[in-house]
């Protein structure tokens, strides 16, 4: 399939890049480069000794859409582009639900023009909010507590519709758990810019000492060590999660859980990367982060039983991973 991976260039777009070209399917680009560079790309033809076919444009911009679709002959969508930080999206809300719903709903225009019908879409664990876990997909979305999360639960609703009203409109609404390490050669993974949100980010650069130690925020939720609880995923596997919900979809709506079923502590992930790296990690107990929940994780009975699909690395290898490209970064940066 020629398959459109809009935001592309980012960290889960461009392992789903590998994973698609590793299948055989041919991939556009197309990325704004607000949070990533081409280096991204360059680096996946080098892994895939494969062509992609990238565009320098911002999915909020219909007329470069559409010169796209008119150039190429689409079969199908993947729509990762967009805005991701939790804290700048309560200080911005507008760029935030510009970015992703107009992105999300210009998309949505071009592909029925155009008769394109398969459409991936990016969201979140988010959307369940703090409710008994496991997360399974029958569970109604909860009001998140900021407008990030929003954009993911009205971006559902969206092509939800959407689907209704079309009915050769086949969406796969992928609701990610907590995707981190990179691809085994070190040569793509999380790069985030500034100091870091989340927790794998943090941790690989207190590793490296960029960073003093890490903050846990709170070990008094009602958890294992009273740490938050999350269910990381290795991107590889989220990749081929997409590429399994691709070649699988079928007309109407489909939610799925991409997440390994699994709940890890901050301390339990902060111990499996010492293990795993032979190194410390310094960290200090503070107070809990507003709005975090305390436990994450996913039923993954619908992935496996409709895609046939399941996460398959281990937390040891999500932390050697995400180490080996933190640091192949850090040896570069010295050269
Ligand atoms: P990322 O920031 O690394 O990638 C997003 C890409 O989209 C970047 O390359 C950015 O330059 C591009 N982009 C943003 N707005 C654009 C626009 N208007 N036009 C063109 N390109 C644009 O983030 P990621 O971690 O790879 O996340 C990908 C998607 O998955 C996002 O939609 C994110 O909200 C969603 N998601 C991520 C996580 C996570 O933990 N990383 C969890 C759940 C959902
Ligand atoms: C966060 C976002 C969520 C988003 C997800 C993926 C918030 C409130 N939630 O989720 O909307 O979908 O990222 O981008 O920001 N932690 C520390 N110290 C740190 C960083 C994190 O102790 O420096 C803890 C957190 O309290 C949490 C766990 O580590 O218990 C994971 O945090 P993080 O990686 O930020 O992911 P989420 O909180 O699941």
């Known amino acids: 399939m020629n398959v459109l991976v809009t935001g592309g260039a980012g960290y889960i777009g461009i392992h789903t890049c590998v994973a698609l070209l590793e ?4 991939v556009i680009v197309a990325d704004n480069f607000c949070n990533s ?81 398969r459409f991936i879409f990016s969201s979140s664990a988010t959307v369940y909010g703090e409710q008994k876990v496991p997360f399974i997909e029958t569970l109604e979305p909860l009001p998140t507590t900021n407008p990030y999360g929003e954009t993911k639960a009205m971006s559902e609703r969206i092509l939800t519709d959407i689907a209704k009203a079309n009915p050769t409109f086949s969406v796969s609404l992928l609701r990610y758990f907590n995707p981190i390490g990179a691809h085994p050669s070190g040569l793509i993974g999380e790069a985030p810019n500034g100091i870091p949100n989340n927790l794998m980010p943090y941790i690989t650069q207190v590793a490296s000492g960029k960073r003093e130690k890490l903050s846990v925020f709170g070990n008094d939720f009602f958890t294992v060590d009273g740490t938050g609880v999350r269910d990381y995923i290795h991107v590889m596997d989220l990749a081929e ?35 795993a790296n032979r ?43 995400a180490w080996r490209f933190e640091n192949n970064r850090e040896q570069i940066k010295i050269r």
């Open 241 to 275: 999660g997409h590429v399994a919900a691709l070649d699988n979809l079928t007309a109407g709506v489909h939610i799925y859980n991409l997440g390994t079923g699994q709940g890890t502590s901050v301390l339990q992930l902060i111990q499996a990367f010492e293990e």
């Open 37 to 117: 560079t081409v280096d991204s790309v360059n680096k996946a033809m080098e892994i895939t000794s494969k062509e992609i076919v990238f565009y320098h444009i911002d999915v909020t911009d219909e007329q470069a859409l559409e010169s796209i679709f008119s150039q190429h002959k689409i079969d199908g969508v993947i729509h990762f582009a967009g805005l991701k930080a939790v804290g700048e999206s309560i200080m911005l809300p507008l760029t935030y639900y510009f970015n992703n719903i107009v992105s999300t709903m210009l998309l949505a225009k071009v592909c029925l023009k155009h008769q394109v019908n």
């Open 279 to 321: 190194l410390e990690i310094p960290y200090e107990i503070v107070n809990r982060r507003p709005g975090d929940i305390s436990s994450s994780y996913a039923n993954v009975s619908k992935a496996k039983r409709e895609l046939s699909w399941t996460a398959k690395h281990d937390i040891t290898a999500m932390c050697r991973d």
């Open 23 to 26: 299948k055989g399917h041919t």
